[in-house]
């Protein structure tokens, strides 16, 4: 048993081997496959042969994506961790549509089948650019928290300054301070629909200080992100290249 593990582990955990390269081409290109299938799924119209295929290809998808992942609990070392880590759940996000939808046929569970598009997420697991993502984001952990918090304290500012404001010249638009988060939301990440906007000098003026520190909401998170990625390479590179 403990050969048969260790050469599955080979095979599936292993991208360093030919075997396991060929393993994660072929899932990488039956995730691919998937998602074409679904996509034309949604089309209208559909004849019966088509449907049929579009059929044929889910099934196949769902029995060998649900051995991967079984395969993968079954060689892993620790396969509790597995099944509650992030690719794990990924996995299991990807085939549970199916049977959920399989076992109980109600109408409504029909919706469980958008959630197929996570399919699209095991493709991280192939590719050792995302994963740096990954790294860096643990890198950095603690600023995001404290970025996020900020942000938020920003937001509520931003939201009250131009309820503030504008209440009284726009109360339709601006009736309250959660009314006025939209405004806050769009203008402090710069992006400024223009659907909301102030007409006041003062909601002006304000918004104009909103937008100057807006630039640093954006630009922060973003050099934060470039310095983890870099130091997320230089980590990588010194690891074993194994998933």
């Known amino acids: 048993m403990k050969r048969l593990r260790d050469y599955l582990r080979e095979i599936v955990s292993d991208n360093t081997t030919r075997k396991g390269r060929i393993f994660d081409y072929c899932i990488q290109a039956l995730i691919l496959i998937s998602l074409v299938s679904f996509s034309i799924d ?77 399919r699209s997420l095991k493709l991280i697991r192939y590719n050792r650019a995302l994963e740096r993502f990954h790294i860096a984001t643990r890198v950095i952990r603690e600023e995001i928290v404290l970025f996020s918090v900020m942000t938020g304290v920003l937001l509520f500012i931003s939201a009250s300054g131009i309820y503030y404001f504008e209440n009284e010249a726009q109360p339709a638009l601006f009736q309250s301070i959660f009314h006025s988060l939209w405004w806050a939301i769009v203008t402090l990440t710069t992006v400024g629909y223009g659907d909301v906007y102030p007409i006041t000098v003062g909601g002006r003026i304000f918004t104009f200080f909103v937008l100057l520190i807006g630039i640093g909401v954006v630009t922060v998170p973003a050099g934060l992100f470039a310095s983890a990625l870099s130091k997320a390479r230089e980590m990588q590179d010194k690891e074993p290249k194994h998933l």
């Not at 998808?61 to 991967?68: G, L, M, P, W």
């Not at 509650?84 to 089948?113: C, E, H, K, Q």
Request: charged share 20%; glycine share 2%; net charge positive.
């Open 42 to 118: 949604t089309l209208p119209n559909l004849d019966s042969q088509t449907q049929k295929i579009l059929d044929l290809i889910e099934l196949v998808s769902i029995i060998i994506f649900s051995t991967e992942y079984f395969l993968r609990i079954f060689v892993a070392k620790r396969p509790f961790k597995y099944i509650f880590s992030f690719y794990g759940l990924i996995d299991l996000l990807a085939i549970l549509p199916f049977y959920i939808r399989t076992a109980l046929d109600l109408r409504v569970l029909r919706t469980f089948r958008v959630f197929r598009i996570f």
